[in-house]
């Protein structure tokens, strides 16, 4: 009398020759899946879809020289004000540019503050991104400031002391 | 030359506290040994992380970096010294071999390949995105890489927490940032090597921690099924990769190994202070590692109940635990009590969440969504798990069904808890979950499958494999072990 084993499609025969024997195992039913697994985990997603980072500018260090020379420029202890605008303001469609300039320029803190607290609030440095040379300097004018240098594309003002 | 001395020493003292817990003991079987060693490295990283954060809040000003490389070479030797007298206490013959089951050529072949071939995609893909984004994806330089870069300073390493950066999470925990930092302290450099490869070790060793344990609990082809889908979860983080995601996926899958490992040979108590060293490195890597703390506690908790548990057993357990995790967990409360802002989920809880059926049906959907989608192959990973227990259907051996139905309660207790945490939370929900549900899958995907493949039944001719029964003979205890009471046949 036999019996087939549990997970067991078909009898097996007593001698087989070696490439049935290495194929024996996919008559079991759980052998077969675990054979189509491993083959379905070899074929990857056709196209992986973007992730939450992947839409933004990759932040590269390809931009370290104006930073190197602005680690130069402002003290390593500094509280720097932030701005994008002529005004001094800081208007930024994604958050990506201050935590880039954040991280490159740490342990400076990097912080935002509006312009009309410029001349009298806690910061010293002032570090922002305008077009015009020009701009830039009658920013530090109207706030009591002077321009302490330019990297790049970004102007660094001091308060007058 | 100083980056080796910069990464040999926590590898030393990983491996030495290992040792000390009994890993490395006479009678563990080889493939045991590796086990160690895989847990031992990155243990390694956490303690010299937690010792160079004490450095950086009490001691930089007064003894400078030489000051904190004497810490960790007192470490090195107090481990050390515990280790060899382990050794000497502990030494014994050498336990005979496990038997293993034959396996299927074809199988075992088949696995292979997959293997190297998703360790080979992970790999590249790695190299890749590394190319494109040196500095790590956007929380790794909004996070984690900045606050290192914060803490390498002697001058500036406080602003990390300020709240004027609200948005970097000041709050976070400090296993990654206070080892970037300690690293390039020594280098004297802040090279994005360091965070990315740090990274990179944990996804190979996430992968290696689940081959090697479910190659000891129920043999290598499970064991190949297990690294192959582990592999795909660590593909899946490479879309945030250099975040602190896949460390406490780690840490998390580590703790449950090591209390499955200790399931079988529950006498084994330095497994327990591994497993609570583990545990402890989950909160001092993330804030979602309390809540897996707490589910693991839970879990124990109830299991202990339903085994009826001896107290005294009970208490030696948690004891054991206990002191494993008593380090990187008080370095992490310390850190909450004395730096750390409040955590902004928890200033702006909104209660109301948990009785809105609406928010509540978003969350239950965006879960199953992801799940369902998770994973880089072509089928979802969830549906692999899902269909390999369908068609082998549940065997768990019986020395391993107390630990297995812990296992599959804490998992379901921190899903729950992610749950419940995107109910209250009082940020833009769609915002939230869009941007958190894959990595918090990604914490649980490694353990999931640890258990999936635990319980798979017999792959092959049953007549090679007793039902019911671990394919190896555990007599990694010499004998010594004993099964839990209550923890047999029910």
């Known amino acids: ?161 | 030359m100083t980056l080796l001395a910069a990464l040999l020493l926590p590898a030393w003292i990983g491996v030495a506290v290992a040792g000390a817990c009994g890993a490395f003991a006479r009678s563990v079987s080889a493939s045991g040994r590796v086990l160690g060693a895989i847990v031992a490295l990155p243990v390694g990283l956490g303690l010299t992380s937690a010792l160079a954060f004490a450095w950086m809040a009490a001691m930089r000003q007064r003894v400078g970096t030489a000051g904190e490389v004497g810490l960790e070479l007192l470490l090195a030797a107090l481990v050390s010294i515990a280790w060899w007298a382990r050794r000497g206490r502990h030494g014994g013959p050498q336990a005979a071999s496990p038997s293993t089951p034959r396996p299927a050529p074809l199988l075992v072949g088949l696995g292979s390949l997959a293997l190297a071939t998703g360790l080979w995609r992970l790999f590249r893909d790695w190299m890749v995105v590394t190319w494109r984004q040196p500095l790590g994806g956007w929380d790794a330089v909004a996070i984690w890489n900045l606050k290192a870069r914060f803490l390498a300073s002697a001058e500036g390493w406080s602003r990390a927490f300020s709240s004027e950066i609200a948005w970097s999470h000041p709050d976070y925990p400090l296993l990654l940032p206070a080892f970037f930092a300690r690293t390039w302290i020594w280098l004297g450099d802040r090279s994005w090597v360091v965070p990315a490869a740090t990274g990179l070790a944990f996804l190979l060793l996430a992968v290696a921690l689940a081959t090697v344990s479910v190659y000891r609990l129920r043999g290598p082809v499970p064991a190949l099924v297990a690294g192959v889908l582990v592999c795909g979860v660590a593909h899946t983080s490479l879309r945030f990769h250099q975040y602190a995601d896949m460390p406490l996926a780690f840490w998390f899958l580590a703790v449950n190994v090591l209390l499955l490992e200790n399931a079988v040979r529950p006498r084994q108590r330095g497994t327990l202070v591994f497993a609570g060293l583990a545990a402890g490195a989950m909160v001092w890597t993330k804030n979602e590692g309390w809540a897996m703390l707490l589910a693991l506690l839970a879990s124990e908790a109830i299991t202990a109940w339903r085994d009826r548990l001896p107290a005294g057993e009970l208490r030696a357990r948690a004891l054991a635990f206990g002191a494993g995790l008593a380090p990187l967990a008080a370095t992490t409360v310390v850190f909450k009590l004395t730096l750390a802002p409040t955590n902004d989920l928890v200033e702006g809880v909104a209660w109301g969440g948990l009785a809105d059926a609406g928010r509540l049906a978003t969350i239950a959907s965006r879960l199953a969504s992801d799940v369902l989608s998770f994973g880089p192959f072509r089928v979802s990973l969830a549906v692999l798990v899902a269909g390999l227990v369908l068609v082998m259907g549940a065997a768990v051996p019986p020395a391993l069904r107390s630990a297995a139905f812990s296992l599959a309660l804490r998992l379901a207790g921190v899903m729950a808890a992610y749950g419940f945490t995107f109910a209250v939370t009082p940020r833009p929900l769609e915002w939230h979950l869009a941007t958190t549900v894959e990595r918090l899958l990604s914490h649980l995907f490694p353990s999931a499958v640890l258990l999936a493949t635990l319980a798979m039944g017999p792959i092959g001719d049953p007549a090679l494999q007793p039902p019911g029964e671990p394919p190896h003979r555990q007599a990694d205890d010499g004998g010594a072990g004993e099964r839990r009471p209550g923890a047999g046949v029910r």
């Not at chain 1, 001698?15 to 697994?37: D, K, N, Q, V």
């Not at chain 1, 420029?73 to 935590?99: H, I």
Request: hydrophobic share 40%; glycine share 8%.
């Open chain 1, 1 to 161: 009398m036999s019996a087939t084993p549990p997970g067991r499609i078909g009898p097996q025969g007593a001698s087989l020759p070696s490439l049935r024997r290495l194929l024996e195992p996919l008559g079991h039913r759980r052998a077969l899946a675990t054979a189509l697994l491993f083959m379905l985990t070899v074929v990857p997603k056709p196209v992986v879809p973007p992730g939450p980072g992947d839409s933004l500018a990759a932040p590269r260090p390809s931009s370290a020289p104006h930073f190197a020379c602005l680690e130069r420029l402002v003290p390593v202890g500094a509280t720097v004000a932030f701005f994008t605008e002529p005004d001094g303001t800081a208007r930024l469609e994604a958050p990506m540019p201050l935590y880039f300039s954040q991280f490159q320029l740490a342990p400076r803190l990097l912080v935002v503050r509006p312009p009309e607290t410029w001349r009298s609030g806690d910061v010293d440095w002032f570090l922002g991104t305008v077009p015009d040379p020009s701009q830039a300097r009658a920013l530090a004018a109207q706030h009591g400031l002077r321009v302490a240098g330019q990297c790049g594309p970004w102007t660094a003002l001091e308060r007058l002391r």
